[in-house]
C-alpha cells in the first residue's frame, strides 16, 4: 500500500479534537524548500485558500505546504498555523525581512458532527499539526491513518458511514519503456514515487473490485447530507514544473472518479493537490521523452490517489457523539 512519506522529504503532521462537542482535526503536509507545487478543483462546494498562489504564472514558483482541515469554511484558518509554523523554521518566499510560506488550504465539511457547531479548528490547531509533521523514519504509519487530522469528522456515503485519512504510494520501475510508435525507447530513471493522502468525507460510496456498493446507489431518491468533500494530495520525487504539478493534479482526479460513486457533485468540494519534491530528473529531450514521463508519473498519480482514497475507508473507525453514530464501512480487510 505504502504512504504519501515513501516521496522522500514530506512531512505529515495530524491535530485533532475530540469529545465536548469536538471532533474535527487538521492535516498538514510539509514539502521540503523549492518544492513545486498545483491544484485542480473539481467538486461544487469547495472551500480552498491560497490556492490561486498556485497558478504557474504567478510570481511564487514554489509551494512550501498544505493544509487539509475540518471546519469548512471556518476551518480555513487553520493554514494560516501552519504557514507560522514554516515561517519558525525559516521557510518560504523570501522578501524584505523574512519569508512568506506558500501554504494552500482546503477544507470538508464536518461541522456539528461532534455535537456542537462552534467547535472547529484555528490557527493553534494548524500550528499543533504542522509541529507534529514526520517524516517516514519518524513516523508510525497506522497513526497517520484512520480518523485522525482533517478525517476525524469525516463521513462518507451520504452521512451513513465514518470517513477518514488514508495513503498509498507507487513505485515506478526505471528503465526503458516503449516510446511512441516510430521512435526509440525512452529510460525512466531509477527510484521514482509517487505518493498520496487522501481525507474521504465523499457524499459518494467507496467503489471495491468486485464489491458491489453499499448505501452508494447515487442521490437520487434520497438527500445526500449536505456537506461533502474528497482531499487529496499526491506528490512525487519527479522533477516537475508548476505547470506539470497542476496538469498531475488533473490527472489524479480520475483516481477520485475511479474510488467513489458518485463524485465531483455539486455537494462535493473535491480537490486535489500536486506537489514536486523536484529530485529525480526526467528524460526531457527529444520532446516525446517528456510526454512519457509525464504520462507515467500521472497515471501512477490517479491510481495512487484511488487506492488512498479506500485506504481511507478502510482504515476509519466507528464514532459516537451527541450527533449521532456512524460505523465503518464494509470494506474488504485488502485493497486492490
Known sequence: ????????GLRVGHAQRTGDGWLTGVTAILAPPDSAGGVDVRGGGPGTSETDALDPSTLA????????????????????????FLESEGQGFAVMGGVVPIVPGAVIFDLG??????????????????????????????ALRGCVGAGTGAVLARGRYK???????????????????????????E???????????????????????VGGEGL????????NTTLAVVATNAALTPAECKRTATAAHAGLAR?????????????????????????????????????????????????????????????????????????????Q
Not at 1 to 8: A, K
Not at 128 to 140: F, K, L, N
Open 259 to 335: 474510488a467513489l460513486n458518485p463524485s465531483h457533485t455539486l455537494v462535493d468540494g473535491d480537490t486535489v493537490f500536486a506537489l514536486s519534491t523536484r529530485a529525480v530528473e526526467l528524460e526531457r529531450s527529444p520532446d516525446f521523452a517528456r510526454t512519457v514521463g509525464l504520462v507515467t508519473v500521472q497515471t501512477a498519480a490517479a491510481e495512487a490517489v484511488r487506492l488512498a482514497i479506500l485506504d481511507a475507508v478502510r482504515s476509519a473507525t466507528a464514532v459516537t457523539t451527541p450527533a449521532g453514530t456512524w460505523e465503518p464501512y464494509p470494506a474488504p480487510a485488502e485493497v
Open 113 to 142: 458532527r461532534g455535537g456542537d457547531f462552534s467547535k472547529r479548528p484555528d490557527t493553534a490547531m494548524g500550528y499543533e499539526a504542522a509541529a507534529a509533521a514526520v517524516g517516514a523514519r519518524e513516523a508510525d504509519d497506522g
Open 191 to 213: 527510484g521514482l514515487v509517487v505518493g498520496a493522502l487522501a481525507v474521504v468525507n465523499a457524499a459518494g460510496a467507496p467503489v471495491f473490485p468486485g464489491m458491489p456498493a
Open 163 to 189: 470517513g477518514g485519512v488514508g495513503m498509498a504510494s507507487i513505485a515506478i520501475p526505471g528503465g526503458p519503456v516503449p516510446g511512441p510508435p516510430g521512435a526509440p525507447e525512452v529510460t525512466l530513471p
Open 1 to 8: 500500500m505504502g504512504s504519501l512519506l515513501d516521496v522522500p
Open 61 to 84: 514558483q514554489n509551494v512550501d505546504g498544505v493544509a487539509l482541515c475540518g471546519g469548512s469554511a471556518y476551518g480555513l484558518a487553520a493554514a494560516a498555523g501552519v504557514q507560522q
Open 220 to 227: 437520487f431518491g434520497d438527500a445526500p447530507s449536505g456537506g
